[in-house]
């Protein structure tokens, strides 16, 4: 069982920049490919970035490719999302998620485990 717990989310104006975190509790955070979802209000769930188990491989939503990085740190049990020339659009809240066992995917239906979510409002 793996637990996610996300911090960093807050009110930034348009063209300032976050970090979110995401710490896992459990021995198996090496062997779970993390990914990072966003609600706004009245919408579904959509997909943000994902990464692999090692790190290897990021992908990006069209709407933050070249905005956005996700990374890891399986020493420290982390997942970051860096987000950069943030736009009014961006706001939601945004969930980290975790795959047992498979690569990444876009589809939150793949995942496993999900963090409670953390709310990023950004003022234009």
């Known amino acids: 069982q793996v637990q996610l717990v996300e911090s960093g989310g807050g009110l930034v104006q348009a063209g300032g920049s976050l970090r979110l975190s995401c710490v896992a509790s459990?021995?198996?955070?090496?062997?779970?490919?993390l990914g990072w979802f966003r609600q706004a209000p009245g919408k579904e769930r959509d997909f943000v970035a994902a990464?692999?188990?090692?790190?290897?491989?990021?992908y990006y939503a069209d709407s933050v490719k070249g905005r956005f990085t996700i990374s890891r740190d399986n020493a420290k049990n982390t997942v970051y999302l860096q987000m950069t020339s943030l736009k009014p659009e961006d706001t939601a809240v945004y969930f980290c998620?975790?795959?047992?066992?498979?690569?990444?995917?876009?589809?939150?239906?793949?995942?496993?485990?999900w963090g409670q979510g953390t709310q990023v409002t950004v003022s234009s």
């Open positions: 998620a975790g795959r047992r066992f498979y690569g990444s995917s876009s589809m939150s239906r793949d995942y496993d485990y």
């Open positions: 459990g021995r198996t955070f090496s062997s779970v490919a």
């Open positions: 990464i692999t188990m090692r790190g290897s491989n990021t």
